[in-house]
């Protein structure tokens, strides 16, 4: 399986403002996932993290609100943009094991959107 | 894909007892399901899997029981014990969409002293 680190754990932002969320892989991975999970809600795929070129984003989400970057096999960030209350949520992040079909999640991220 | 819950369906179960969390999910052409297991300020923890060409796998106290006629899975724990109080998760992935998983609504397990 693959460990995944996140930071920062949690944040409280202002609205107006932006965040990254990084996120480290302990091994070389094919695919990486971000997530929004939502209080009392389950987990919805924001976007596909490509190595080397632009994520691929699920409906609803827009690369102008959550710009992502994947410098390489083991390393991502989402930057959550122009903040607002309705951002408030956990923002997860995944991998794919040697199987490249299960996904191991990291601690995720705590943001509150004042 | 996006899941929509308002809440989460619950499950409250004595200390000892076996548990039993049902999952329907959506694609019949789904060929991977995955449970996960997430507790209170954690992210999701991978519990155990299943392919569409099985309809049965154990675990350390753990079974997956696979009906692709009905598209149900369930999940269940034997000897529950206080440590598995979490929402569990079901995720399925459907051939052709890039490795992405599909999620459940979640249920939330309660084990009673």
């Known amino acids: 399986s693959a460990v995944i680190s996140q930071k920062p754990s949690r944040d409280i932002c202002q609205r107006g403002t932006s965040l990254t969320i990084q996120c480290q892989v302990d091994?070389?991975?094919?695919?990486m996932f971000w997530y929004r999970q939502q209080p009392g809600q389950s987990l919805t795929l924001i976007a596909t993290?490509?190595?080397?070129?632009?994520?691929?984003?699920e409906s609803g989400f827009v690369i102008d609100k959550f710009p992502i970057s994947r410098p390489n096999l083991t390393f991502s960030t989402l930057t959550v943009s122009n903040m607002s209350p309705e951002d408030s949520s956990i923002y997860l992040c995944?991998?794919?094991?040697?199987?490249?079909?299960?996904?191991?999640f990291g601690p995720g991220t705590r943001l509150l959107v004042l | 894909g996006e899941s929509v819950g308002l809440h989460l369906p619950s499950l409250s179960v004595q200390e000892g007892d076996n548990s039993i969390i049902n999952c329907a999910y959506s694609?019949?052409?789904?060929?991977?399901f995955i449970w996960y297991k997430q507790e209170s300020g954690k992210g999701p923890q991978f519990i155990i899997d299943?392919?569409?060409?099985?309809d049965k796998r154990q675990g350390q106290r753990v079974t997956v029981l696979l009906n692709k006629t009905v598209k149900h899975l369930s999940l269940q724990i034997a000897a529950t014990q206080p440590g598995d109080s979490a929402v569990y998760f079901c995720?399925?992935?459907?051939?052709?969409?890039?490795?992405?998983?599909?999620f459940g609504s979640g249920t939330q397990l309660t084990v009673l002293p």
């Open positions: 995944s991998a794919t094991g040697q199987n490249q079909e299960t996904q191991y």
């Open positions: 299943i392919r569409s060409n099985m």
């Open positions: 993290a490509n190595q080397g070129s632009e994520a691929t984003y």
């Open positions: 091994s070389q991975v094919t695919m």
């Open positions: 694609n019949s052409a789904s060929d991977y």
């Open positions: 995720a399925e992935n459907t051939p052709g969409s890039a490795r992405q998983l599909t």
